[in-house]
């Protein structure tokens, strides 16, 4: 059953007219609890905040998928706004990017134009931008464009997912050269050719990853809410000295709070990706579908 929810929910994650709505009639369903607010005024707010409790963040203008050139543009226009209120407001946050947001979809050269864009202004202001991986068949574009540009710029890293059979082969690949990546288990719908049906195989596949980025010259961040994986890092860290400016925790925000706060009390660096925007809809669908538990809490606050 929830196997079969969990594929209902990434379907719909999809879906341009539910996309279209969501946009129109602000943050409802629920959204607020994983969305930090509609504005970068709103999300540097929910940043200072987090800040003072001793976390810092990583914000994500939200918006994937774009087909039209002047949303591309844009969408890069926001992320350097977003990049000044950080560096204006002295908070302690980096910036996450999608690139089909940028143009990937539309013309390879636009999305690369409008990373070069985000990636200067970033260096100068000196913010490290991570740039998240979408669905498989995204994969490989996305590592191409990230070759080339960690070649020009030293501030950009971007992340793998346990589930895709590739993984190891693409960590290794990369960890040899000293890179920022952040380590997830994967968010979309994916077919069993490229990626594990299986839960326990994906975890598997997590530990693997971990390890050979932590062990590898790189930056780690360890992103995920699994307490056992996230015991098994801490463990990992302690054996191996692995020093604490070559790693931190991270975690979405408002999920597993309570957790997020026993990492700081603990001592750990733990960063929390913090979206804000009106495109929330894909973004909310998938925290739905990694916890359909979360479809009843949805359904008991429309009712209420
Ligand atoms: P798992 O799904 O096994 O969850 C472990 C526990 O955490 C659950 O038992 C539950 O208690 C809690 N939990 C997890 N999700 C929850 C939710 N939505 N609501 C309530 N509780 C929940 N993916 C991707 O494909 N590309 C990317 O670029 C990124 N980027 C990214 C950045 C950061 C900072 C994080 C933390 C995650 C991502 N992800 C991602 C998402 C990632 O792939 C994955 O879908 C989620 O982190 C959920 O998986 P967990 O590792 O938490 O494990």
């Known amino acids: 059953m929830e196997q079969w929810m969990r594929s209902v929910l990434l379907s719909l994650a999809k879906n341009r007219a539910a996309n279209r709505w969501a946009k129109r009639y602000g943050l409802r369903l629920g959204a607020r609890r994983f969305v ?61 990017v999608k690139l089909t947001q940028l143009g990937l979809d539309i013309d390879r050269e636009l999305c690369l134009e409008n990373m070069r864009r985000i990636l200067g202004h970033a260096r100068d202001l000196g913010i490290r931008v991570t740039i998240d991986m979408e669905d498989h068949p995204r994969c490989q574009a996305t590592l191409d464009l990230f070759d080339i540009l960690r070649a020009e710029y030293d501030n950009v890293g971007t992340v793998i997912q346990a589930y895709l059979y590739r993984s190891l ?119 739905l579908a990694e916890r359909p538990a979360n479809v009843w809490f949805v359904l008991r606050g429309a009712l209420r």
């Not at 930090?36 to 918006?63: K, S």
């Not at 994937?64 to 209120?85: H, S």
């Open 169 to 287: 082969d693409d960590v290794l690949r990369l960890a040899a050269d000293g890179v920022h990546l952040r380590i997830v288990k994967g968010a979309y719908k994916e077919p069993p050719e490229v990626a594990y049906p299986e839960k326990a195989d994906v975890d598997a596949n997590y530990i693997k990853l971990m390890e050979a980025q932590l062990l590898s010259p790189g930056f780690t961040a360890v992103a995920t809410h699994d307490e056992r994986i996230i015991e098994h890092a801490k463990r990992f860290i302690a054996e191996h000295g692995v020093a604490r400016d070559r790693y931190e925790f991270q975690m979405l925000y408002g999920i597993r709070t309570q957790l997020q706060q026993q990492l700081v009390r603990e001592g750990y660096p733990l960063r929390l990706y913090v979206p804000y925007g009106n495109d929330w809809y894909g973004y909310f669908m998938r925290r």
């Open 36 to 96: 930090a607010g509609e504005t970068i005024d709103e999300a540097i707010r929910a940043v200072a905040q987090l800040n003072r409790q001793g976390m810092a963040a990583t914000l994500d203008h939200l918006g994937e998928f774009v087909g039209d050139e002047r949303e591309a543009r844009q969408a890069a226009d926001a992320c350097v706004t977003a990049l000044t209120a950080i560096h204006q407001a002295q908070v302690d946050s980096t910036l996450s």
